[in-house]
């Protein structure tokens, strides 16, 4: 029987009367040519059932075969989490019906892991570090889609049908398990945040996944549990399945923290249950109630032989293993010179690839962060599109950077130019010439504007003379307006002051 209330504990409330323990479950589809057990592409994207074989629709008779790039990308995760890497392990079947696993069975493992017993540092936004301790990270392949057509939710309950697509069965998948996360305290939606956005840099870094959430890449299984003191055993979990988003694991763990509290608070235990995360209200409703690893019936799998990665292979995975994201992010921090506050705002803000690049394009670290992080932040939360998204390349910002260190165009143009660069105009050369917004250096036309301004301010010059500088500025406004702030406002200073005091 399923819990049905919908109250909830003011956050602050729950988490000061009761200790929530996480465990996340994170399953990473592998960016392999083809299936973890057979030939079918393994691309994203095509049409339904088109990417299909004899193995991965499960039909009699057809043998499956592990991928070894699958498990190469296995170990490759295993190593960057700190883990154990199996001198040999097994795959089992664990069985279940359901119509997206056309055998009645998923090829995973069970109790012979490929990787076990690591550790990641997540760190939170304000420069936290949080350690959290891995069970085990296992391969496994991926489920079918179903789709299921009519009612209001997209799911099974009151559909009119449901669609089943195999393309996805068979995909390559590593499951990333962890221990129970204690001592978050009120802070546990952001640590749950931040460790799979952790894992999905990672992901990335080793090159293993494209890790686009949004496809499905990356899901995270959220268990949560709250207890009377940290003290205290751990109490009933609840698991919310395939959420696939940041700020959707943090909303879920902060829910189930407000729910579970409220069914306690009422004096009902909290039930052992699968939950689905709904976007939009970003509350959590009953699936099933939750089978042990017994309810499986696992047992090892009759057609594959154990997998057992020489300890040489290993090694030379682990050496030729890329710059990992923490390591990264430390070492551009003190080659850029950021101060802490400001490397965390850059890497929050989805920046810090593109400053990467745009440094390497030939800008200064200081001016890629004031171009990433100033006007083209503010561009991207005005068109409600992601940095990356943003249609301007870091190659073209360090081109505009370079026409603004030469002195042919001034911070005020420069947003000109942007402006066009983002409108499609071509690159910033290209819009400066079209639009004719090069500074205007030529002494001669400057004296000219610089003379109509003296002489339509007759006072101002008076008090300049007099040695009061203060209302120099005037002058130098009218013939930037006059120049359409196309003059070089230094420059035009200069040749306000030689006037007046010559």
């Known amino acids: 029987m399923t819990t049905l209330t919908t109250d909830l504990v003011d956050y602050a409330d729950a988490v000061r009367r009761y200790d929530p323990v996480l465990g996340i479950e994170v399953h990473v589809e592998l960016g392999t040519r083809t299936k973890m057990f057979d030939g079918a592409e393994a691309s994203f994207g095509a049409e339904p059932n088109t990417q299909v074989t004899p193995v991965s629709l499960g039909l009699p008779g057809a043998l499956p075969v592990v991928n070894g790039t699958a498990v190469e990308y296995a170990i490759r995760i295993g190593l960057a989490l700190n883990c154990e890497i199996a001198e040999t392990c097994r795959f089992a079947r664990k069985n279940y019906f359901y119509p997206d696993v056309p055998k009645n069975f998923q090829t995973s493992q069970y109790d012979e892991p490929i990787a076990h017993d690591g550790w990641v540092d997540v760190e939170l936004d304000d420069g936290t570090v949080f350690r959290v301790e891995i069970e085990r990270a296992h391969m496994e392949e991926d489920a079918g889609k179903n789709t299921h057509v009519g009612g209001a939710t997209g799911r099974i309950h009151g559909a009119e049908y449901s669609l089943v697509d195999y393309n996805r069965a068979g995909i390559p998948l590593v499951e990333i398990v962890t221990r129970p996360i204690e001592g978050v305290g009120d802070r546990a939606p952001e640590v749950a945040r931040a460790y799979v956005q952790t894992l999905r840099d990672i992901f990335r870094a080793l090159g293993v996944s494209e890790a686009r959430m949004e496809r499905g890449n990356v899901r995270a299984d959220v268990n949560v549990s709250l207890r009377p003191s940290p003290d205290a055993p751990l109490g009933t ?131 890629a962060r004031k171009w990433w992080m100033g006007e083209l932040a503010r561009h991207a939360k005005q068109a409600e599109v992601s940095l990356e998204e943003v249609a301007i390349t870091p190659a073209q910002i360090a081109q505009l950077q370079s026409l603004v260190d030469a002195g042919r165009i001034n911070d005020k143009l420069a947003r000109q130019v942007l402006e066009g660069v983002l409108a499609g105009e071509g690159d910033p050369e290209q819009v400066v010439v079209a639009r004719g917004l090069e500074v205007v250096s030529d002494d001669g036309a400057l004296l000219a504007a610089v003379d109509d301004a003296l002489a339509a301010q007759p006072d101002v010059v008076e008090k300049v003379r007099g040695g009061n500088l203060g209302p120099v500025g005037a002058i130098i406004g009218a013939v930037m307006k006059a120049t359409r702030g196309q003059a070089d406002a230094k420059r035009v200073r200069e040749l306000v002051l030689e006037r007046i005091q010559g």
Do not use: C
């Open 237 to 367: 979990r609840t698991e919310t399945k395939n959420v696939n988003s940041f700020r959707s694991v943090e909303r879920a763990v902060r829910y189930e923290i407000g729910r579970q509290a409220a069914v306690l608070d009422a004096g009902a235990a909290v039930v052992q249950e699968t939950r689905h995360f709904h976007e939009d209200t970003g509350s959590t409703s009953a699936g099933r109630v939750k089978s042990d690893a017994e309810d499986y019936r696992y047992f090892p799998e009759p057609d594959l032989v154990p997998v057992a990665p020489s300890r040489e292979w290993v090694e030379e995975i682990r050496a030729a293993l890329p710059e990992l994201p923490a390591a990264r992010r430390r070492r551009l921090q003190g080659e850029w010179g950021y101060a802490d506050a400001e490397m965390r705002d850059v890497v929050n803000a989805g920046a810090l690839d593109l400053i990467e690049a745009t440094v390497a394009a030939g800008a200064s670290p200081a001016a």
